[in-house]
């Protein structure tokens, strides 16, 4: 059996050796799921809720112990990890109303009732990315839980050790056996499985735009279900009537946040061109002023990249020509670390312009007027998120209809909010998760006709 030794990005130092989850493993949890839901899904709807909301308590009372966990493996700032693991929680207890509001229709036919129902698909298979390891697996599996579904979730390879955590967690809930499964891994392996495995009904898969195209193509063998979440390359726009203080402050967080290895980082700033040198004198304190540093320590606002391979994959976007207009600090010594850099200017067809770099690199390039900015925004294959600054309540709606993407926010940088539908236009993905909504895209809609007659 193989294994793979975590390491703390900030330190460089091994964590904990996590053995690999084996094809017949994977079959075997597979099945064992399989054989929960047959109870899951007839657990009364208020005892189901009452479950869910026992596990986010759980999570809640171990949220210290689950952060200090993200720090060590993944290298997030205990700040960031700590509101990381608050959101689990949120996110559990969001969905643990779901169970008693999950109604279906009565629909008016001639000759009898009409009656729909919302059943469970079945298992669901669950590949997340090594991002954002603890808000990404909770958004797919509270709303698969809710609706009756069991889960059997892959974590990334490099950072398992909060999710396998958490399925601990779901036990000492009272979570039925096998109702939610973590089997750390490698996804050609376990992930590719659990794809391949006829009695997975539906996959929720968070990742590279390229490994999502090679899911689709095994779902389509089995129709199976699928949501992805993908990459993104979005668009922070900035008009001259925007509070420029504001935006060129907030601006470093909107892309540098979890180092800019953030699927909605606002990698591509475009600023009117009148207010172009403005914006960048400010912009210049505010990349300088980002808390780059031990991640375990309160305060720090940016820690390293995940490994020594994306660290390298990010600077290969600013080679030694790189027209670099300034930098943040970073620390020296083991690490994984990359400095906040901004870039400009840059032509339209630089890679880093083009490609979603996942690192701390953002270009600023001018736009002429709204049409051109709308334009350079949408000039990518993806369309995950985006920020719009302005003071004309007219222009922020025109320009949030324009611009082909799944989550804008006006005169701020929110994305993700677990109440609010969350997900890509384009190649940044395909259905939504999250949202008053999310629970309906775990169920099969039942269309039932009882005859009067
Ligand atoms: P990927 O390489 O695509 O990996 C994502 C997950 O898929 C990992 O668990 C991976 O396992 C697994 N996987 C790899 N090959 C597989 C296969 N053939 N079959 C099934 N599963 C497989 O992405 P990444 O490098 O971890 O993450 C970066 C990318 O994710 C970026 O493009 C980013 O934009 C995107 N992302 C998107 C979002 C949203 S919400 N749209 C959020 C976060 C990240 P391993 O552990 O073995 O690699």
Redo the contacts with the bound molecule.
Sequence with gaps: MTSYTVINPATEQPVRQIEHTTVEQTDAAIERAARAEESWRNVGPSDRGRLLRRFAEQVDAHSAELAALETAGSGHPVGAATWEAGQVRDVLMYYAAAPERLTGKQIPVPGGLDVTFHEPLGVVGL??????PMP?LSWGLAPALAAGCTVVA?????TPLTAIRIAELALEAGLPEGVFQVLP????V???R??DHPLVRKIV????????Q??MT?CARHIKRLTL????KSANIVFADADIEKAAATAPYAVFDNAG????ARSRILVEASVLDKFMELLEPAVKGVQVGDPAAAGTEMGPLISAAHRAHVASYVPGDAQVAFRGTAPDGPGFWYPPTVLAPVAADAPAYTD?I?GPVVTVTPFADEADAIAMANDTPYG?SGSIWTGNVGRAIRVARGVETGNLSVNSHSS?RYWTP???FKQ??LGR?LGPDAVDAFTDVKNVFISTD
Aim: charge should be negative; charged fraction near 15%; hydrophobic fraction near 35%.
């Design positions: 590949i997340v990315p090594w991002n954002f990404i892959k974590p990334a390879e490099m891994g490698k996804g050609s376990v992930g590719q659990l794809v898969f968070t990742g590279s735009t390229e490994v999502g090679q899911i095994g979440e993908l990459g993104g290895q953030d699927c909605c979603e996942f995950l993700v969350f997900g890509g940044s993905g998760e």
